[in-house]
């Protein structure tokens, strides 16, 4: 069911669907919303932003766009990520999920991998804290191997990780993790 509000900044000022989201693929605003909304909950808030050559993705799946822009009350659950069309890339950004280990995160990364697809993606990356390590690593993440110089030891280090689509191993084991993740439902 498609989400119900999209939010953008950073495009031209008069914003209309046709407005192109990127060139390869080429894809307006609006078909790259019905993308990126086309596994997420009604009610919930896409977040598109421009800036240069990248776009930042926010995803709220159970916010409305008064929730999502909010200075003040709790975070909500969402999912950023920042998409680099010219490198065929992707940077998690943030994974909040109001209950740790409920699915949320693997369902937030499940309801956009299709509009990843969509868009080319070949890799996925993330800097994480040593908290959020063995999660990436079911989905089948690995080691950035030019950048393993900081200090293991340092419980607050951030380990730099990512995922290459084009690896078949690495593919399949992102693959089958989503498959297991649960449908995007508000928690209780």
């Known amino acids: 069911m498609p989400a119900t509000h999209l939010l953008m900044s950073g495009f031209k000022e008069r914003v209309s669907p046709h407005l192109r989201f990127s060139e390869t693929p080429r894809l307006t605003i609006q078909q790259a919303f019905n993308e990126a ?12 932003h421009k800036w240069g050559g990248m776009i ?31 490198h065929k890339s992707v940077l998690i950004s943030r994974i909040k999920a109001e209950k740790q ?45 030019r950048l393993l110089e900081k200090p293991q030891e340092d419980p607050s280090y951030s380990l730099f990780l990512q995922l290459d689509l084009n690896d078949p191993v690495q593919k399949s084991t992102f693959e089958k993790a989503l498959n297991k993740a649960r449908p995007l439902v508000a928690p209780v």
């Not at 990356?125 to 993440?141: C, D, I, M, P, W």
């Open 37 to 48: 909304s086309q596994f997420l909950p009604s009610g919930s808030s896409i977040l598109f």
């Open 56 to 86: 930042s993705i926010d995803i709220y799946p159970f916010a409305t766009p008064e929730q999502a822009t909010a200075d003040t009350g709790p975070e909500p659950s969402h999912f950023a990520y920042k998409f680099y069309p010219a």
């Open 101 to 145: 280990k409920s699915g949320i995160g693997s369902a937030m990364i499940a309801s956009q991998y299709n509009f990843l697809q969509k868009m080319g993606i070949e890799t996925i990356s993330v800097s994480t804290h040593a908290l959020g390590e063995g999660f990436y690593r079911k989905l089948g993440f690995r080691d950035i191997p």
